[in-house]
């Protein structure tokens, strides 16, 4: 998927890695841009996997500085390699949600399932782009805006509600109207 983080064109259509029948006891891991609070609401949804499904984080990558800069396709491979899925969270900033994105379908197409996690404001912005690297329908979990400068309170309300939608998106099983 080299070409698809150097180029930002994937040569065949990108497709979503295998979905997990069973989430209990899997490995964890975290990829943020560094952005406010990316990395907080990526903990506190991973707790909520912890807490409900004895998940354990395995690897967490925060990109600070590096935001804009795709992480390395070896570095993914290995996050892939050491996690069962990975939350990759997106702070309030569209700026670097597009690497985000990339680096969300690679890892996808190396295998392992991701919960791309935004804001509801931000989630047109990388619909649009996944769209145009042939994911029109990638399953982002949206979340209400913002995620800086918010209370614990509304930072749990928020993980929580990406843990639900995420859940459906890890499993494939998916409920109408709940």
């Known amino acids: 998927m080299a070409d698809l983080i150097a180029t930002n064109k994937p040569r065949a259509a990108p497709r979503?890695?295998?979905?997990?029948?069973?989430?209990e006891d899997s490995r964890m891991g975290i990829l943020v841009n560094g952005r406010a609070n990316a990395?907080?609401?990526?903990?506190?949804?991973?707790?909520?996997?912890?807490?409900?499904?004895?998940?354990?984080?395995?690897?967490?990558?925060?990109?600070?500085?590096?935001e804009t800069r795709p992480y390395s396709e070896d570095g993914l491979k290995q996050l892939g390699e050491n996690c069962d899925f990975l939350i990759a969270a997106v702070g309030d900033d569209e700026s670097s949600a597009e690497?985000?994105?990339?680096?969300?379908?690679?890892?996808?197409?190396?295998?392992?399932?991701?919960l791309c996690v935004c804001t509801?404001?931000?989630?047109?912005?990388?619909?649009?782009?996944?769209?145009?690297?042939?994911?029109?329908?990638?399953p982002l979990?949206?979340?209400?805006?913002?995620?800086?400068?918010?209370?614990?309170?509304?930072?749990?309300?928020?993980?929580?509600?990406a843990y639900q939608q995420g859940w459906a998106t890890l499993t494939g099983v998916f409920k109408i109207n709940a």
């Open 99 to 114: 690497c985000l994105l990339l680096e969300s379908l690679t890892l996808e197409q190396l295998g392992t399932p991701v």
């Open 39 to 66: 990395e907080v609401l990526a903990r506190e949804i991973a707790q909520c996997y912890i807490d409900r499904h004895q998940c354990t984080i395995a690897e967490v990558v925060e990109k600070g500085g590096e």
């Open 16 to 23: 979503l890695a295998r979905r997990l029948t069973n989430i």
């Open 120 to 138: 509801r404001e931000i989630k047109p912005f990388i619909e649009k782009t996944a769209a145009e690297l042939g994911m029109a329908y990638y």
């Open 141 to 161: 979990i949206a979340v209400h805006h913002p995620v800086a400068g918010i209370s614990p309170t509304e930072m749990s309300a928020r993980a929580l509600h």
